[in-house]
């Protein structure tokens, strides 16, 4: 069992930055890939990027790709999203998860989800 906790949310204006913060409990975080979804009001919700277990490959929807950057620290059982150059419609709440077994892109491979972060960006 793992559980994920995302911190690091708020308002910021259109190009700031934001960090966000999962940290997670357990002694077994680095056998864990790791994702980055967000759901937007009325909207479903979306894979962000991933990164593997080691920390060596990472992948981003193309939505972010070049502004967001995930990385992970597995001694302090954390994972990071770096977003920069924010925009309007990157408003949503973001969940971090973690897989067990896979290193994918659809939601339904993850087994464990943090309860999210509101990112809201002004225009």
């Known amino acids: 069992q793992v559980q994920l906790v995302e911190s690091g949310g708020g308002l910021v204006q259109a190009g700031g930055s934001l960090r966000l913060s999962c940290a997670a409990s357990?002694?077994?975080?680095?056998?864990?890939?790791m994702g980055w979804f967000r759901q937007a009001p009325g909207k479903e919700r979306e894979f962000v990027g991933r990164?593997?277990?080691?920390?060596?490959?990472?992948s981003y929807a193309d939505s972010v790709k070049g502004r967001f950057t995930i990385s992970r620290d597995n001694a302090k059982s954390t994972v990071y999203l770096q977003m920069n150059s924010l925009k309007f419609e990157d408003t949503a709440v973001y969940y971090c998860a973690a897989d067990r077994v896979n290193f994918g892109e659809l939601q339904k491979m993850y087994d464990y989800w943090g309860q999210g972060t509101q990112v809201t960006v002004s225009p």
């Open positions: 357990g002694r077994t975080f680095s056998s864990y890939a």
């Open positions: 990164i593997s277990r080691s920390g060596a490959i990472t």
